[in-house]
């Protein structure tokens, strides 16, 4: 993530692990921070019906597609 400052953090998974990562927001100077972190996936169970996909309009072109928009595999 990066604003007026970077955060990063590094997630090693399987090829069968799902892992989670949270990110707040605090106050800069003039832009928030990004703070990432690890998360599980409890916490995200908790957060998840306020979350929503964004698109390319919204942050760039490297944002992955809602799944849920995707058509059904035939």
Do not use: H, W
């Amino acid at each position: 993530a990066k604003s007026e400052t970077t955060d990063a953090v590094t997630v090693q998974v399987e090829s069968d692990e799902t892992a989670f990562v949270k990110c707040k927001i605090t106050m800069g100077m003039m832009v928030g921070r990004p703070n990432l972190s690890p998360s599980t996936v409890e916490e995200f169970g908790t957060k998840r019906d306020g979350l929503k996909y964004v698109d390319s309009d919204d942050v760039g072109p490297k944002v992955l597609p809602d799944p849920a928009a995707a058509s059904p595999a035939s």
